[in-house]
């Protein structure tokens, strides 16, 4: 059972020019998070997408980000004109489905940005 | 809003030491789960806590949760090699079912373990 998979692992993006980062759940999942890890920092909660729908982006910041995640195909975190405070790790993790308590979140191998 | 405190920073043992690091939470908390991070890793699930007091053990790991379900340590028995990475705990946001999604990480606590 393949885990969570990101791709691309390592993106490098000039100034101005959009990142697409994109996100394949667990087999049977159909919840998915969206992370910001700058060095030596915690992971920042940034979106939270069920199918064809999001469901919290109070993370995420309201220009150049945005997200989605469609009926078929993996779940897309895109971000227009990059800028060099966008370099980070962007991790995708995704759950099951939520009960009364907090599903374990399953995380994929991240995404390192460099933005020149 | 929410903060979710850890200490130490940062910890360098010797190979065969305890380690423990500590989390703090500013509320309290439904659970709290923690992760561990390998140096240029993505963060692995390794156990929730529910229960007010509540324990559990892993090997050698011991994982506590306070009374108060506010704070929360992890404690490693005898270290190894294998042991380095970065330990971060993680609380739900809010206490009901519609923000138990959203996970507040503490900053992490780096391990490096000398041979």
């Known amino acids: 059972n393949a885990g969570v998979m990101q791709n691309p692992r390592h993106l490098v993006r000039r100034r101005g020019q959009e990142a697409r980062l994109r996100c394949s759940p667990m087999?049977?999942?159909?919840?998915v998070y969206w992370y910001r890890q700058l060095p030596e920092e915690g992971l920042k909660f940034m979106v939270y997408l069920q199918k064809e729908n999001i469901i919290d982006e109070s993370g995420m910041p309201k220009e150049r980000f945005s997200a989605e995640f469609p009926k078929e195909g993996p779940s897309i975190l895109r971000i227009q004109q990059v800028v060099r405070g966008d370099s980070a790790a962007y991790f995708c993790?995704?759950?099951?489905?939520?009960?009364?308590?907090?599903?374990?979140?399953?995380f994929g191998p991240g995404t390192r940005l460099l933005v020149l | 809003g929410q903060q979710v405190m850890q200490i130490p920073q940062y910890q360098h043992v010797q190979e065969g030491e305890d380690f423990t690091t500590y989390c703090n939470s500013s509320?309290?908390?439904?659970?709290i789960q923690w992760y561990k991070q390998r140096p240029g890793g993505h963060p692995v699930f390794l156990i929730q806590l529910v229960k007010s007091g509540e324990v559990k053990k892993q090997k050698r790991l011991t994982f506590q949760f306070g009374e108060a379900k506010k704070n929360s340590s992890l404690h490693i028995t005898a270290t190894q090699t294998t042991d380095v990475g970065t330990y971060f705990c993680?609380?739900?946001?809010?206490?009901?079912?519609?923000?138990?999604?959203?996970?507040?990480f503490g900053k992490g606590t780096l391990l490096t373990v000398n041979p």
């Open positions: 993790a995704s759950s099951p489905q939520l009960t009364g308590l907090q599903e374990t979140q399953y």
């Open positions: 993680a609380g739900p946001r809010g206490n009901s079912g519609g923000s138990n999604y959203k996970l507040t």
């Open positions: 087999k049977g999942h159909s919840h």
């Open positions: 509320t309290t908390l439904s659970n």
